[in-house]
């Protein structure tokens, strides 16, 4: 078992990392967001596991203990193997994964490509008391009036536009890293933008702890828009 990896991060693709350690370079298959955070050249430490197959050994790198227990919790579900662990990871946060278990929120389940309405049921009845609770979300204001983020006029917190801004460059930085030019990153930007998946999807100018689905679902988003490219 390899619990975690410390080194250069030596190269980086759509879906991995290559972190050289004692002079191997070690691929790491990452979500998005996690993929976001590296930057070539540049040390990092990842949180990994190492699934074992009859033909091939796949190491899995996370930012934190937490998202690795969910990754191997998920697989635990009928029909969910790693790839698709690692894809609910890439459209939620661990907290995310266990707030639509704990509700059955099929809608956030099959939010995630690969997994239907079937497949929301089967991980929702399999994992329902193996997740553990969420952590508990801050109360919100229930009027303008008493809520001290609000805008003037009573509308979206202040505070959603500047998390929108802050998210967009994360996903900006990532496309950078993963070679991409600096226009091509904010074109892929725009495209987004113009499609209102900064705003419209979960955790657009929601807490801290949905800020990884945020920049996980843009830049899945912005590498869709570039691909065809």
């Known amino acids: 078992m390899i619990a975690s990896v410390s080194g250069t991060v030596a190269a980086?693709?759509?879906e991995a990392a290559v972190v050289e350690v004692g002079g191997v370079g070690l691929l790491v298959q990452c979500t998005p967001a996690t993929l976001s955070r590296l930057r070539v050249g540049q040390d990092a430490h990842l949180v990994?596991?190492?699934?074992?197959r009859e033909t091939e050994l796949t190491l899995y790198g996370f930012v934190d203990a937490d998202e690795r227990d969910v990754f191997e919790t998920l697989q635990s579900a009928?029909?969910?193997g790693p790839r698709l662990a690692q894809a609910v990871l890439g459209v939620h946060s661990p907290d995310g994964v266990r707030r639509?278990?704990?509700a059955e929120d099929l809608a956030a389940l099959t939010k995630v490509p690969g997994i239907g309405r079937k497949g929301a049921q089967r991980i929702v009845l399999d994992l329902k008391d193996r997740l553990g609770a969420p952590a508990a979300v801050p109360a919100q204001?229930?009027?303008a009036g008493t809520n001290t983020d609000a805008g003037p006029?009573?509308?979206a917190p202040a505070s959603a536009g500047r998390s929108r801004a802050a998210v967009g460059e994360q996903v900006r930085l990532a496309l950078l890293g993963l070679g991409y030019t600096a226009r091509e990153a904010e074109d892929a930007l725009a495209v987004v933008r113009a499609d209102g998946a900064d705003s419209s999807e979960p955790g657009g100018a929601a807490g801290d702890d949905q800020a990884p689905?945020?920049?996980a679902v843009l830049l899945r988003r912005?590498?869709?828009a570039l691909r065809p490219r």
């Open 12 to 14: 980086l693709s759509l």
């Open 48 to 52: 990994t596991t190492l699934v074992v």
């Open 78 to 80: 009928s029909g969910v």
């Open 100 to 102: 639509a278990v704990a």
């Open 141 to 143: 204001a229930g009027n």
């Open 153 to 155: 006029h009573g509308g």
């Open 213 to 215: 689905d945020t920049v």
């Open 222 to 224: 912005a590498l869709a």
